[in-house]
């Protein structure tokens, strides 16, 4: 009888501690990334930890994996789906597999500039692009800089002509595949890691990048020549996974949503900044040609690149592209 009374007792107080151990421990949030922490996102996720750390003290930890040193391309988006990471911020072009229509991203030549950008993904249709995966467990939370991309390689790209039987390195998105066959390149598919040496290697002789991944990875030491197309987007999606999010506490879940809110808003406040420093590191460097299209060059790369729109319109939706034309003319 005494025994079981303290066997019982013992059950309960230890029922209590691990409720109380529970109720005490933070939430662990993994913010896993591909870039280094000196680029735009790199930035926007140690600012996400600070605030959330600072504002929800003992209550949030934020655990941030910058250069693919958690999960890289092609896997982070499985961690996420499994719960072994909670935020992630793959490029827009990472996610044809989940949502056809943020393929719209990746259309070359839609936005005049990165202004454009942000007045589409303000709008309407960019807020309706970040619910587009909910019913596969995704929740876009916010859009972040990066920027316009620039081609590289070890000769100049002055036309589209210069680029023809180049292999090209692109992400996994089936627009910029086509993107690069309509100059009569050859694509070739490649984690964002793989990149540096793909190049210093020869299994690819150029790629298309915004300047601060192009320095941060110090792809400039192996192209000699960059042009400054700015021929089409690379920025970020900042999803979690829908079950987690929904699970956390209403005033966490709010206090997180703002604190996302703030550091977007200086994501996208910094992102050109850094790609002009980094742009002039470049220079500094010494090691690559940087060249500025004539107004008729530019528009021979939209001629051909352009064709490509057509051959996702129905994926994408017409009206979402023409949606995305008009943040061109506010
Ligand atoms: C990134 O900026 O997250 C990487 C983009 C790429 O794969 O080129």
């Known amino acids: 009888m005494f025994k079981t009374a303290t066997k ?18 933070p939430i662990v949030i993994k913010f896993s990334h591909v870039v280094a922490e000196h680029t735009p996102k790199g930035q926007g996720a140690l600012l996400f930890k600070k605030l959330a750390e600072e504002r929800l003290p003992g209550q949030v930890r934020v655990e941030v994996y ?17 719960g072994d990471v909670q935020l992630i911020a793959p490029s827009l072009a990472k996610f044809e597999h989940y949502s056809k229509p943020i393929q719209i991203f990746d259309l070359p030549f839609l936005f005049d500039d990165i202004h454009a950008v942000d007045r589409f ?24 800089h990066n920027g316009l991309k620039q081609l590289s390689a070890n000769k100049a790209l002055r036309e589209p002509k210069d680029a023809r039987g180049l292999k090209f390195r692109v992400q996994a998105s089936a627009v910029l595949d086509e993107q ?8 070739r598919k490649m984690s964002f890691s793989e990149v540096y040496q793909g190049l210093q290697t020869g299994v690819v002789n150029g790629a298309e990048n915004p300047y601060s991944n192009i320095y941060s990875q110090k792809m400039h030491e192996v192209q000699s020549h960059i042009t400054e197309s700015n021929h089409g987007l690379l920025d970020y ?9 929904k699970g956390l506490p209403a005033n966490i879940r709010t206090e997180l949503t703002a604190i996302m809110a703030e550091v977007s808003m200086e994501v996208n406040k910094q992102a050109e900044n850094i790609n002009q420093r980094d742009k002039q590191a470049i220079l500094d460097g010494g090691n690559t040609e940087i060249l500025y299209l004539t107004k008729a060059e530019r528009e021979k790369w939209r001629k051909a690149m352009k ?7 129905s994926d994408i939706g017409a009206d979402r592209i023409k949606a995305a034309e008009a943040a061109n003319k506010q």
């Open 8 to 25: 019982a007792l013992f059950c309960a107080a230890s029922l209590t501690v691990a409720s109380l151990a529970l109720a005490t421990d």
């Open 66 to 82: 910058p250069n693919s040193s958690l999960f890289g391309d092609g896997k982070e988006m499985e961690a996420l789906l499994l």
């Open 121 to 144: 993904q303000k709008g309407p249709v960019g807020q309706e692009l970040l619910t587009t995966m909910e019913s596969k467990g995704i929740t876009g939370l916010s859009y972040w």
């Open 180 to 187: 690069f066959k309509a100059i009569r390149a050859n694509p």
């Open 237 to 245: 999606m900042v999803i979690t996974n829908t079950e987690f999010w």
């Open 307 to 313: 064709p490509v729109w057509k051959k996702f319109e």
